[in-house]
């Protein structure tokens, strides 16, 4: 099994979302985990809601440093944060195999509740088909660098 670490700066909803999606979609394959490098210290509550919505628990969540993990390995570290936006990525300091997948964070945006619930909803499908498009490699036997490639080429579609 595969460890993979989601990773942006506040941990508050697009890793939350990634973790909770890679542990549910990749069963016996995958084993999901989120960090920031500067986490809020609280998850925003609509990922929480999206991850809800879509029967999936959320008890274990919290918004935490990749420090937390002490010696944790991690075989894959995917970032979210959103270049276009002017994100800054974390630069995981690990051995993993990195991958980036810029979503634009739902935490952003302002209007109406079904305006926000839309943004959510948006990243929850945008890493849903990443993380099936993930599984439907043989990501057990590809190099690093087709792995990492692989990582870049799903992050780089468009959803």
Same mark, same amino acid.
């Given at each position: 099994m595969l460890n993979v670490l989601i990773l942006c700066t506040g941990n508050s909803c697009r890793s939350i979302i990634g973790e909770a999606l890679i542990n549910h979609l990749g069963q016996g394959r995958l084993r999901g985990f989120s960090a920031g490098s500067q986490p809020t210290g609280q998850v925003n509550p609509g990922a929480i809601a999206v991850l809800e919505r879509h029967g999936l628990n959320t008890a274990e969540f919290h918004s935490k440093t990749w420090d937390s993990f002490g010696e944790q390995a991690f075989d894959l570290v =995917?970032?979210?944060?959103? *270049? +276009? +936006?002017? /994100?800054?990525c974390p630069l995981y300091p690990g051995r993993a195999v990195k991958g980036h997948w810029g979503i634009p964070d739902p935490a952003h945006v302002s209007g109406s509740e079904a305006e926000i619930n839309a943004a959510f909803e948006t990243t929850f499908q945008q890493l849903t088909a990443r993380i099936e498009r993930l599984l439907a490699l043989p990501i057990e036997t590809l190099s690093d660098a087709d792995l990492r490639a692989a990582? *870049? /080429? =799903?992050? +780089?579609?468009t959803l």
């Open positions: =995917i970032t979210v944060c959103d *270049n +276009a +936006a002017g /994100e800054t990582l *870049n /080429e =799903i992050g +780089a579609s």
